[in-house]
């Protein structure tokens, strides 16, 4: 178990569909950040929370809406998406506020595979 | 812009094979870099971090080299085995954030270890 849940696991949705996907990390950590990973490219990072406050969002398009209501719960919400946006979604959470030296180590959550029909 | 490439794509091995995977990346005035592995419907697990002022790290038989200068570097996995079979991907951290980390990932090798 590596300390970050992601739920579901598997979500289908229709583009007129609104659903969020959910993330709880149970490492005390102050950062929490979304993925995307789609088939045959790099994992691209969405959008950043430390402390509760979004510090980063990575030219997500409106139809992605993130909310960290607490620092060990991240959510995704979803409306209007297109069937581009399939792929695997990931969660990760890390230590580190203040500099690090760049030693913060980011775990990862299982992933939401997201298909949109 | 970082980018992150990582050479080959895929790659089968024999049990017991020394083997090499390889990444490159553009911009070289990176902080660290890591090397994860991802298994099918998991997530990603931190295998390997290498500090900007090292040039290699080692945990059991697995050996990253990081050479900045010329934009590269090898996770060398020795005496391969069935249980290593999962894709292995590389990210540098770029620089100096005050929350958090920063990560651009390369597109990542798929390793099959064949028994």
């Known amino acids: 178990e590596t300390g970050v849940t992601q739920t579901p696991r598997h979500l289908v949705m229709g583009m007129t569909n609104k659903k969020s996907l959910k993330c709880e990390q149970h490492l005390g950590h102050n950062a929490m950040y979304w993925y995307k990973q789609s088939a045959k490219k790099p994992l691209e990072l969405m959008f950043v929370?430390?402390?509760?406050?979004?510090?980063e969002n990575n030219s997500v398009p409106s139809r992605f809406s993130p909310e960290c209501p607490n620092s060990s719960h991240l959510f995704l919400h979803l409306h209007t998406l297109q069937p581009e946006d399939s792929a695997l979604y990931l969660c990760a959470s890390s230590q580190a506020v203040g500099w690090s030296g760049g030693l913060d180590t980011q775990y990862f959550g299982p992933g939401t595979r997201l298909t949109v029909l | 812009k970082q980018e992150v490439t990582q050479i080959p794509a895929a790659l089968s091995v024999p049990e017991g094979e020394n083997l090499v995977l390889n990444c490159s990346f553009t911009?070289?005035?990176?902080?660290?870099l890591q090397w994860f592995r991802q298994d099918p419907g998991k997530g990603l697990t931190s295998l390997l971090l290498?500090?900007?002022?090292?040039r290699e790290q080692t945990s059991g038989r697995l050996n990253a080299s990081l050479d900045k200068s010329s934009g590269r570097s090898t996770l060398y996995i020795a005496a391969s085995q069935p249980g290593d079979s999962a894709t292995y991907l590389c990210a540098t951290v770029r620089g100096r954030e005050t929350s958090g980390s920063r990560l651009t990932f390369g597109e990542g090798t798929q390793l099959t270890v064949n028994p």
């Open positions: 929370y430390s402390l509760e406050e979004r510090v």
């Open positions: 290498i500090q900007s002022s090292q």
């Open positions: 911009d070289s005035a990176i902080y660290n």
